[in-house]
């Protein structure tokens, strides 16, 4: 798995340094060099990038304001990381997900996404359902290699992604039977993997059958897989990323 991350930065030179040190790293990037090129970028490209990287100190529409358009494109699907040469003052980092000092190393990258993969979760409405279940996740990671438990939560979430689409088409034509159907096949398969959040969503879908909400229920549903799939390519990424950005440009 790679994360999709969309790098803003208007210093030439430290753009292409973090390309290239983020593109050995296993992401795929897409560099721009202002904020408004970025919010271009964002506004013209599906899917959208799992990861904004934004220099803090750009010309034109940068900080706190180019977050929060950010935002209201990407919603929570993307992680919004600042960085900076210098800590910034006042509140403009709070409006990302997370800050990074320049220099940093790739290993800190990937730790803050999954930081901020950690601070959602929690399920909708404060639910109190946690992403994964860390003993499944650790009995798991015990059991098999690292690409084989790669590729076991891919499955797991290709296949609610699936059921979801046919939860839709079910819904659309009224037919309860088999909205409850596909919702207990997603119950069961995210529960061997310990997919807790992707398992509770589920199983409510399953109890209530259809109602007059499933379309945000189901939209819930496919934000969880996307939850799941960040933290674990961020932590796939922590494990393997351990290469610095120089410092030489910082700013």
Do not use: W
Not at 70 to 92: D, I
Not at 114 to 124: D, H, K, L, S
Not at 161 to 175: N, S, Y
Request: with cysteine; proline share 2%; aromatic share 4%.
């Amino acid at each position: 798995m790679s994360l999709r991350v969309l790098l803003a930065d208007d210093d030439e030179l430290s753009r292409e340094v973090l390309a290239v040190l983020l593109q050995d790293a296993g992401y795929q990037v897409e560099a721009v060099d202002s904020g408004d090129a970025a919010l271009m970028y964002v506004r013209s490209i599906r899917p959208l990038p799992e990861v904004a990287l934004a220099d803090m100190q750009m010309p034109g529409i940068s900080g706190e304001e180019l977050a929060g358009r950010l935002r209201e494109v990407c919603g929570a699907r993307t992680v919004l990381l600042a960085m900076s040469g210098s800590v910034p003052e006042g509140a403009a980092a709070k409006a990302f997900d997370g800050f990074l000092l320049k220099p940093f190393s790739m290993e800190e990258l990937a730790a803050a996404i999954a930081g901020a993969a950690i601070a959602v979760e929690r399920g909708p409405n404060g639910s109190g359902a946690a992403v994964l279940d860390e003993t499944v996740y650790g009995q798991l990671a015990a059991s098999m290699r690292g690409t084989k438990l790669e590729e076991l939560y891919a499955l797991c979430v290709k296949d609610a992604e699936g059921r979801v689409g046919k939860m839709r088409q079910a819904a659309a034509g009224g037919d309860d039977v088999i909205y409850r159907r596909e919702a207990h096949a997603i119950q069961g398969g995210c529960g061997m993997v310990g997919a807790r959040e992707m398992q509770t969503l589920a199983t409510s879908l399953e109890t209530r059958g259809l109602r007059d909400d499933y379309v945000a229920s189901l939209d819930e549903l496919m934000l969880a897989c996307e939850r799941l799939r960040r933290m674990l390519v961020a932590r796939a990424t922590k494990d393997d990323g351990t290469t610095e950005v120089s410092g030489d440009n910082a700013r």
